[in-house]
């Protein structure tokens, strides 16, 4: 019932910034909490950031505290992630998701639904 689309990536060198953003469809947005997560090549997906409904509530991974933020506009259907002081290690898939009522948001197989992800490579 829900498509999330994933846009904003690119490939940057280290030290850039990218914004990436997801726009979802539908007119329930505000009902779901929203994460990113990030998949490297021969690696696991890995949680990145998560924002609740109403964008009053974030939670962030170690590894990105400090240089990544996750914002969401309802009236948009949007969320994005704003990633400032990029390094290689960051080169992944990023992909958006969106679930409800869900046990913990650190989790993927919790959520709901997905986006097709966006590639984003840094170079040093």
């Known amino acids: 019932q829900v498509q999330l689309v994933e846009s904003g990536g690119g490939l940057v060198q280290a030290g850039a910034s990218l914004r990436l953003s997801c726009a979802a469809s539908?007119?329930?947005?505000?009902?779901?909490?929203m994460g990113w997560f990030r998949q490297a090549p021969g690696k696991e997906r890995e949680f990145v950031a998560a924002?609740?409904?109403?964008?009053?509530?974030?939670l962030y991974a170690d590894f990105v505290k400090g240089r990544f933020t996750i914002s969401r506009d309802n009236a948009k259907n949007t969320v994005y992630l704003q990633m400032n002081s990029l390094k290689p290690e960051d080169t992944a898939v990023y992909y958006c998701?969106?679930?409800?009522?869900?046990?913990?948001?650190?989790?993927?197989?919790?959520?709901?639904?997905w986006g097709q992800g966006t590639q984003v490579t840094v170079s040093s």
């Open positions: 998701a969106a679930g409800r009522k869900m046990r913990t948001v650190l989790v993927a197989h919790e959520y709901d639904y």
């Open positions: 539908g007119r329930t947005f505000s009902s779901y909490a």
């Open positions: 924002v609740g409904g109403s964008g009053g509530s974030t």
